[in-house]
């Protein structure tokens, strides 16, 4: 480990693990180009691949030479050995979820969305699980056709080393939606939780009142996304009628959370009748169900305690780095302002407790 990290880690109070390594719950492994994808396709997609000149469907979410995309000592991030020289080995990382975003789940034939994701999932499982143990990976699914996605998680849930499911916040198709409810019933089967990724598949504008014109914009409008997300999951009944589902929200920020669900549960006291199935307040709900990462962690630090008093629970907030995507917050490992009694559920506890797969064989 870097020393000044050391130091750093140290005075946060992470000795508090007993010499345990931090759970990272969202890293982002880089696919350099289709070529990369395409041994993992069958000769049909193969073919179309060429016939058609794709090169790339890079995310739209993280334009390559944005600076937020990748912070300058990360730009190579499309091999293992990346992830472990800028993070694993010198950041004393236990075990990592690989969240890779390469854009398939925003190709608009459901057929070639189904092929490349399938590639996508097969590339992570050989070029990053096989390759360091300490990897575990997310199911991305082609959430354009709910057989498709099932199908995905059928077929690489019996590999343990996917711990979760995961879609971008901004789909095509409200999350609650019950024509979606076969993928959360095929999650609950196999212990998957659902993870939600910031990122949008350009169906509709990224925000509620039409299409900004600048990055900063659209990055910082993907709150509303995951309030839009989170109301549809709660207000549809999917939290009540899956009560065993965790939802997942990845580089969401954490502040919006609260004052969106007051007003929410506000509103419900007077209108449950319209939706009988939500019978518990939705905060009750949310904090029963749903986690997120702190990166981004958007609350300076004199309020942390304000925002943590207002969730209400330490069993929310999960550590991520967010690697390679940069926050501008260097070598600074957590935010700042947080407790040190909070950090051995936020950099570990939470975590395990969450995914039932990272505990087989790790002590907690």
Same mark, same amino acid.
């Given at each position: 480990m870097l020393q000044g990290q050391q130091v750093a880690l140290e005075g946060r109070g992470i000795s508090t693990l007993n010499g345990r390594g931090m759970?990272? +719950?969202?890293?982002?492994? +880089?696919?350099?180009?289709m070529a990369a994808l395409t041994?993992?396709?069958?000769? @049909?997609?193969?073919?179309?691949? +060429?016939?058609?000149?794709?090169?790339?469907?890079? *995310?739209?979410? @993280?334009?390559p030479n944005a600076p937020k995309t990748a912070r300058a000592d990360w730009k190579q991030a499309s091999k293992v050995g990346d992830l472990q020289a800028q993070l694993l080995d010198p950041w004393g990382v236990e075990m990592a979820i690989c969240t890779p975003l390469y854009g398939t789940q925003m190709v608009m034939n459901a057929d070639m969305a189904r092929a490349f994701t399938r590639a996508l999932n097969d590339w992570t499982r050989a070029e990053w699980l096989d390759r360091d143990s300490r990897l575990r990976a997310s199911i991305v699914l082609p959430m354009h056709d709910t057989e498709h996605a099932v199908e995905e998680i059928e077929r690489l849930a019996p590999d343990r080393r996917f711990v979760q499911a995961q879609v971008l916040v901004m789909g095509e198709t409200p999350a609650g939606k019950r024509q979606h409810w076969p993928v959360y019933a095929a999650c609950v089967k196999h212990g998957l939780p659902l993870a939600i990724h910031a990122g949008s598949c350009f169906r509709h504008p990224v925000t509620s009142v039409g299409w900004p014109s600048w990055y900063l914009e659209e990055y910082s409008?993907?709150?509303?996304?995951?309030? *839009?997300?989170?109301? *549809?999951?709660?207000?549809?009944?999917?939290l009540s009628k899956f009560p065993e589902l965790k939802i997942v929200l990845l580089e969401s920020g954490v502040t919006w959370l609260m004052p969106f669900l007051y007003r929410l549960q506000k509103t419900w006291k007077g209108t449950r009748f319209e939706i009988p199935w939500?019978?518990?307040?939705?905060?009750?709900?949310?904090?029963?169900?749903?986690?997120? *990462?702190?990166?981004?962690?958007?609350?300076?630090?004199?309020?942390?305690?304000? +925002?943590l008093d207002m969730l209400g629970s330490d069993d929310m907030l999960m550590w991520a780095s967010d690697w390679p995507h940069w926050q501008y917050d260097g070598d600074q490992a957590i935010p700042p302002g947080m407790p040190a009694s909070l950090l051995p559920k936020l950099l570990r506890g939470n975590a395990l407790a969450t995914y039932a797969r990272l505990r087989e064989g790790v002590a907690a």
């Open positions: 759970i990272d +719950v969202d890293v982002h492994p +880089v696919v350099p180009n041994p993992y396709m069958d000769e @049909y997609w193969r073919d179309q691949v +060429v016939e058609r000149g794709i090169n790339t469907i890079a *995310s739209q979410n @993280y334009p409008a993907q709150a509303q996304g995951f309030q *839009s997300t989170l109301g *549809s999951l709660i207000t549809e009944g999917v939500v019978d518990r307040p939705p905060i009750e709900l949310v904090r029963d169900q749903v986690r997120l *990462s702190c990166q981004p962690f958007d609350a300076p630090p004199e309020v942390v305690p304000r +925002v």
